[in-house]
């Protein structure tokens, strides 16, 4: 079959070249609209009882993950220069074009009676002043409400928060926003040598997206840049490693198409893909070419050799290519809206690229003059031959050597695994001097994090939230409770609110910061129902209000639902992590709100996009490890149809499953933990070590009715694949090797760990899996 297939490409292979480049034409089209992905949620499916609590949390109340922050730490900030420079910093963010608001000390008021007895908000800090602002912050250090929201009275920082359009975020334009505020920061900083320091969710999405788009040149550039170089020392050709180098570069631009035409973008994990198809693809230029030349040098007809070049190596790169395509594809299976998009693109563009090697290379080389000499000298090379012959030597005379440094390996390796660990985190895979994470710290230290944590309390009741006292006090126990705990910060809550409003009735005393009393309440409750209408019906256009409305009408609205049955406590929390986070909700939360919200009376729900971000985490590391099982036993079928044994099924097991094996036992030793990125090592690793297997056993069979024993076939076909092998094998450690140079700590575990496990398996099929055919030998005899 092959070889009529060989013999269709070679007669029509000028429409087929033409096919395939116009298929890339096609490709760089849409390849010119990808878009880089700002998105952290598509890890979770949307099934997930937690997603949809965090769907229904936001329908109700809004996304409130559209805020930045900014932060200084002085003790200078109340000097007239400074402080005016201060102010001058938040008007001009205000002014970036889709900059909806600010909060920031320099719009703190204090509530009081004006002359008519009605509550008015009068600002603390006025803009100007020429006098120092001594008196000002008195006032201001004497309102709780602000304490641990806006700064931090003991270590004299500051915080600003700034809120950004919705709409503006979820495309390209979020840069240009980011970087006009960073700017303006940065302006700061110059003149007043005070570092800003800058967090929350869009800022670091945004700042991780850029990362991944220039780590995504540089690894395209690097990876096809060092198997260039490879190939070029290896083949003694340009021609050669210019073809190659085409042929994969169809590849990656095959794979952005893809991206484009699903829809999908470049987020942290499909923005390896095209870098893959380049290490990948090349194995597939060197198998081929590697037969070619050998061909060409016992025929010595250029044309014959391209013939026996499909012939023999046809079925072998087919299923290569179909058990990487599987260590990939099965990711498509898992319910992680990030993990399907990764798992179908790459796997159709892995065996897209089988197709374009076995068409490009007998066509393109049909038309070129046969190799020369040098150019296939590289098959008799004296020191690849004398490793491949020491190899020969350990298989044949130091087998009880190689199966005991094997088990001892698989045995360390097991007792690495009982080490391994599971954790993630919203910030998980940067460095921890990189400026993200150095000013997240910054923000945990001095208000205890920025990471959103939201507690809807429903009281089953249309206008429960506002008519009953009892709830508020409830409520007013469990917010001091999570501010209490290490982990959380001071948020803004309904019930701070009307704190700040009876301090402000009650004439501003700090001891006056507290819930009004049950005859207190019974007076203000018919109010409270007036203005949360009135702003009900200014929200929904049917009424007009003030653009100024006041503070107490906007609180009322942010933190009730639009039945003003359901109230929201908002507050924020430390990267902790995805093993602490569960700890700290179902330890010390959960109890707290049981103990406090009868649930024949309240509806409880703890959400937020910390917990949603490492839900996805935990998600994605369970999906990875069965879609490992799913790849597994589809590889494994792959196995049994090509070659029919249970011997030679047991064994290509065996030697695939040691590299792994002792992969996941030196994480185990070295304390690198179990997540997305590294438990993505093992599919990717499996897909690919199989393909040396396969490469070996094919040939092996291939050869065995041509010599007089098991023996002898073992040793041609150590000779005989050795050298593709070892050359692919470089390939392939190289080209993920680059991953190592990422900012980001996963993608160096992709690299690192994934060049580990295929030098493993290079190791281990060249002496395990031959030593083993050799004692089926003896069984035979």
């Known amino acids: 079959m092959w070889q009529k297939i060989a013999d269709f490409v070679l007669r029509f292979r000028v429409l087929l070249i033409i096919i395939i480049l116009a298929i890339t034409g096609v490709m760089g089209y849409y390849m010119t609209t990808v878009r880089m992905s700002y998105d952290s949620t598509g890890a979770i499916p949307t099934s997930n009882p937690k997603y949809k609590v965090y769907k229904e949390f936001q329908d109700k109340f809004g996304n409130n993950g559209n805020s930045i922050v900014l932060g200084v730490q002085t003790d200078k900030l109340f000097e007239p220069e400074m402080f005016k420079a201060y102010l001058k910093l938040v008007e001009d963010i205000k002014k970036v074009p ?453 503070q107490l009408n906007k609180m009322l609205y942010s933190f009730i639902d639009s039945n003003a049955q359901t109230i929201r406590v908002s507050v924020n929390v430390a990267d902790i992590g995805s093993v602490a986070m569960p700890k700290l909700i179902d330890t010390r939360i959960k109890p707290v709100v049981d103990s406090l919200f009868d649930k024949e009376q309240y509806n409880v729900h703890i959400t937020g996009a910390s917990i949603i971000y490492l839900e996805g985490s935990t998600f994605i590391i369970n999906s990875l490890q069965e879609s490992l099982l799913w790849a597994f036993g589809m590889i494994l079928v792959c196995i049994i149809v090509l070659f029919r044994s249970g011997r030679i099924v047991l064994m290509a097991l065996i030697t695939n499953i040691v590299p792994l094996m002792i992969t996941a036992g030196v994480m185990g030793w070295l304390n690198i933990p179990l997540k997305p990125s590294t438990v993505l090592v093992f599919s990717v690793a499996l897909g690919i070590t199989v393909d040396v297997t396969i490469r070996f056993l094919v040939n092996y069979k291939q050869e065995l009715p041509k010599h007089g024993s098991i023996a002898e076939t073992v040793r041609y076909t150590i000779k005989d694949t050795g050298l593709s092998i070892i050359y692919t094998s470089i390939i392939l450690v190289v080209g993920f090797g680059v991953f190592a140079v990422s900012e980001f700590g996963g993608t160096q575990a992709l690299g690192y760990l994934t060049s580990l496990t295929l030098f493993l398996a290079m190791v281990f099929n060249l002496t395990l899996l031959p030593a083993l055919l050799l004692v089926l030998d003896k069984k035979k005899k």
């Open 98 to 550: 889709s900059v909806e608001g600010v909060l920031s000390i320099g719009d703190a008021v204090i509530l009081g009676k004006d002359s008519a007895g009605k509550l008015s908000a009068v600002p603390i800090f006025k803009k100007d002043h020429a006098q120092r602002y001594d008196s000002s912050k008195v006032v201001f250090d004497n309102l709780p409400i602000y304490n641990g929201l806006l700064y931090n009275k003991e270590t004299n920082a500051y915080l600003m928060m700034v809120t950004i359009n919705k709409q503006d975020l979820g495309t390209k334009e979020r840069i240009r926003i980011i970087n006009d505020i960073v700017k303006l920061g940065d302006d700061f900083h110059v003149k007043q040598q005070t570092d800003v320091h800058y967090s929350g969710l869009p800022f670091i999405r945004t700042q991780m997206a850029e990362k991944i788009k220039k780590e995504l040149n540089l690894f395209l550039v690097l990876s096809l840049g060092l198997t260039a170089l490879i190939l070029l020392v290896i083949f003694r050709s340009f021609t050669a490693m210019l073809v190659s180098m085409i042929i994969v570069s169809i590849g990656v631009i095959w794979s952005f198409g893809t991206l484009a035409i699903f829809g999908y973008k470049i987020s942290i994990l499909t923005g390896v893909i095209p870098p893959l198809v380049v290490v990948i693809g090349i194995p597939n230029c060197i198998y081929f070419l590697n037969k070619y030349h050998t061909e060409y040098n016992i025929s010595g007809d250029k044309i014959s050799a391209l013939r026996n070049m499909v012939g023999k190596m046809g079925i072998v790169t087919l299923f290569t290519n179909l058990t990487a395509a599987i260590g990939f594809g099965v990711f498509a299976l898992t319910d992680s809206v990030v993990l399907k998009e990764f798992g179908l693109v790459a796997g159709l563009n892995i065996m897209a690229l089988f197709f374009v090697s076995l068409i490009l290379i007998p066509a393109i080389f049909s038309f070129l003059p046969a190799p020369h000499t040098k150019q296939t000298k590289y098959t008799e090379s004296r020191w690849m031959n004398g490793i491949l012959n020491r190899v020969t030597t350990w298989v044949f005379h130091h087998k009880k050597t190689l199966f005991t440094a094997t088990i001892v390996l698989c045995v360390a390796g097991l007792a690495g695994m009982f080490r391994l660990k599971s954790v993630g985190h919203m910030v998980d895979d940067l460095p921890s001097k990189d400026i993200i994470l150095t000013d997240l710290r910054f923000f945990e230290k001095n208000f205890k994090g920025i990471m959103p944590l939201d507690i809807s309390i429903d009281t089953k009741k249309k206008y429960g939230a506002l008519t009953s006292l009892e709830t508020w006090e409830k409520v007013d126990v469990l917010t001091n409770f999570l501010e209490a705990q290490p982990e959380i910060g001071g948020g803004i809550t309904l019930i701070k609110g009307v704190k700040f409003v009876k301090q402000g009735f009650a004439g501003g005393g700090p001891e006056n910061y507290s819930l009004p009393g049950a005859t207190e309440f019974s007076g203000i409750r018919p109010q409270l129902l007036s203005t949360f209408n009135k702003q009900k019906k200014h929200n929904e256009g049917t009424d007009s209000m003030q653009q100024t409305g006041d």
